[in-house]
């Protein structure tokens, strides 16, 4: 068999031991946080990199593939610095003519060695260190070698390394576990070593079932452990060498736990942190931001504490007044901003301020796009773990692709139901919060749904628009249209309809003329059934919020729930200026079990 051959087969190996313990590393992952993910997070790392390497004649390409590969996969912390040891590895590895155990085990200590360095912070007893102590104890093996008569001395002693992880680690001795970083390179190193000893695969497949006693002992870790910072941060990045410094620099100026490996134009960042946009309106200065994911590891936290019950899921076109935000747990997926090639997430790494500024200086007009779909998935995933049922309330059907992702990948789970809110903004806020409410008094999830229906019937929005550039800008207005309202500089107001379509509902002059005929419809909304709740919305326009709140509590004699800046995504098709009016209406029906 040929040198590459040998670790093409190595490699695959390593991936395939790895997804046979997925789980059991996932049920240990209690730190830096226990978010049960450090398994999936390494499997995404390796997931498929091995495929595709027959065509490269030489091993040294092969690795560096298999490398550059991993580097752009990586997901997590202990993803992350699995791709900086590797990078370290395979530049020490020389690997065109056989590879001996001593120069593994050379390769090994180098390469944990300089990726200890590259790790502010550092704490023993983890995925790194673990590498650091196989490799010292390989090299003292002067009479063994990479053989399938000596792979079970070589896994004995990876066996024996990990154990100690749990000694080491001063954040874990007391709880015993081993790191679960640690576990997840160990079962990568004992399939690689498997495939260098030309070991059949059944013998590096688990074998023996986790003691009930660990798994429970896991759960009471989880639920004891909070974490220090909100969020936790991937990007991927163009930027240049010189600019790493200041990466750097910023990274550890708003958060912790930093990750920042470069590799040929791009920087793989992992972060976590307590104000990401602050963190973002400073790196988008200097490099490009080409994919960025998410977590809230607070709130992650906070749905294993209170487990059960209903979780209520959103978008981020839902304008939700913050006080309701403050009462109900709402898990807020972010659509995504694309301007230029700088992606951007709704209200967590840009907000309607922000991009406004940007927009000044950028000819190109932003677009947006429905949630990332992996951002979905693992919402669901975790939250389908930690609660009865998931109810999702997506923005429109018909101005969004965002429904149907949600929808799609609901079919995953047999406990997420996803609603169509048939609206946007503010009047979606509003159908979320009185979700919520329905939710935190306990009822059915049938009850819920049902009742769902017949409140979207009473929620609506009016919005009045400075002009329709935005919209026509954006896709929402068509062209003769727009040129028609542009060239009599009309003001149009605009709603939606019971479908969820956007609606063009009258046009006006000048914004007194357009608050007339606002009033005029709201009146007869209130006439036909009472207004029982309603807040103003507007984009980057306070002053003319205030006005209408004013007045409109003036005519409907009803204190009005707060004025709100609209979120990005819903600044963009609305454009600059344009204020508007959510609304809830009273319901032809008593909610109250």
């Given at each position: 068999m040929t040198m590459s051959r040998l670790l093409q087969n190595a490699l695959k190996l390593a991936e395939i031991s790895l997804k046979a313990n997925l789980e059991k590393i996932n049920r240990i992952n209690v730190f830096p946080v226990a978010d049960n993910d450090t398994g999936s997070n390494l499997f995404r790392t390796v997931q498929g990199a091995a495929d595709g390497l027959d065509v490269l004649g030489s091993s040294s390409n092969l690795l560096e593939s298999y490398t550059?590969?991993?580097?752009l996969k990586a997901s997590g912390n202990s993803g992350m610095m699995f791709s900086m040891f590797l990078s370290n590895f395979t530049a020490c590895l020389s690997c065109d003519t056989a590879i001996d155990l001593s120069k593994l085990a050379q390769a090994l200590l180098t390469a944990s060695q300089q990726s200890k360095n590259q790790i502010d912070d550092f704490v023993s007893g983890t995925l790194i260190s673990y590498l650091e102590s196989v490799a010292l104890d390989m090299i003292k093996l002067t009479t063994l070698s990479l053989s399938e008569d000596d792979f079970s001395v070589l896994s004995d002693l990876l066996l024996?390394?990990?154990?100690?992880?749990?000694?080491?680690?001063?954040?874990?001795?007391?709880?015993?576990?081993?790191?679960?970083g640690a576990m997840g390179v160990h079962y990568w190193l004992t399939g690689f070593l498997a495939g260098l000893c030309h070991v059949e695969k059944n013998r590096v497949l688990p074998e023996e079932v986790e003691d009930v006693s660990v798994a429970n002992q896991c759960e009471s870790v989880h639920w004891e452990t909070k974490p220090n910072y909100n969020y936790c941060v991937q990007i991927t990045l163009?930027?240049?060498?010189?600019?790493?410094?200041?990466?750097?620099?910023?990274?550890?100026a708003d958060g912790d736990c930093n990750l920042n490996l470069y590799r040929h134009g791009q920087s793989r960042v992992h972060v976590h942190t307590n104000n990401s946009k602050a963190l973002f309106k400073k790196i988008m200065t200097y490099a490009e931001v080409t994919e960025v994911k998410i977590e809230n590891m607070m709130m992650q936290y906070q749905a294993n504490q209170s487990k059960g019950g209903i979780a209520i899921v959103t978008d981020s076109s839902a304008d939700i007044p913050q006080d309701i935000m403050d009462q109900y747990p709402i898990h807020c997926i972010p659509l995504t901003i694309t301007h230029g090639k700088q992606v951007m997430l709704d209200g967590l790494t840009i907000d309607e301020l922000d991009l406004a500024s940007r927009m000044q200086s950028h000819s190109e007009y932003p677009k947006t796009a429905s949630p990332a779909l992996g951002m979905i998935k693992d919402t669901f995933s975790w939250l389908s773990k930690t609660h009865e049922h998931v109810i999702v309330v997506a923005l429109s059907s018909k101005m969004s692709a965002t429904y149907q992702a949600f929808k799609t990948l609901a079919n995953e789970f047999s406990n997420i139901s996803v609603i169509d809110s048939r609206t946007t903004s503010g009047a979606h806020g509003w159908l979320v919060a009185s979700v919520a409410d329905l939710a935190s008094k306990g009822l059915s999830v049938d009850h819920i749904l049902d009742k769902t229906q017949d409140m979207i019937k009473n929620i609506d929005i009016f919005v009045l628009l400075n002009d329709c550039d935005a919209m026509t800008k954006s896709g929402r207005f068509g062209r003769a249209k727009a040129w028609v309202a542009h060239t009599m500089k009309l003001k149009p107001i605009v709603g939606i309809n019971q479908d969820g379509t956007g609606v063009l509902l009258g046009n006006a002059m000048s914004l007194p003329k357009q608050l007339e005929k606002l009033f005029k419809m709201i009146r007869q909304k209130h006439e036909q059934n009472p207004i029982r709740r309603f807040s103003i919305l507007h984009a980057d326009n306070h002053a003319s919020a205030l006005e209408l709140e004013s007045a409109l509590e003036?005519?409907?004699?009803?204190?009005?729930?707060?004025?709100?800046?609209?979120?990005?995504?819903?600044?963009?098709?609305?454009?600059?200026?344009?204020?508007?009016?959510?609304?809830?209406?009273e319901s032809a029906h008593d909610f109250a079990e």
């Open positions: 550059q590969s991993v580097f024996t390394q990990l154990n100690k992880t749990s000694e080491e680690n001063p954040f874990l001795h007391e709880s015993t576990l081993v790191d679960a163009n930027i240049s060498e010189e600019m790493q410094s200041q990466l750097s620099s910023d990274l550890a003036q005519k409907l004699a009803l204190k009005s729930s707060g004025i709100m800046p609209v979120s990005a995504v819903i600044q963009l098709h609305a454009g600059q200026g344009a204020i508007a009016v959510a609304i809830e209406q």
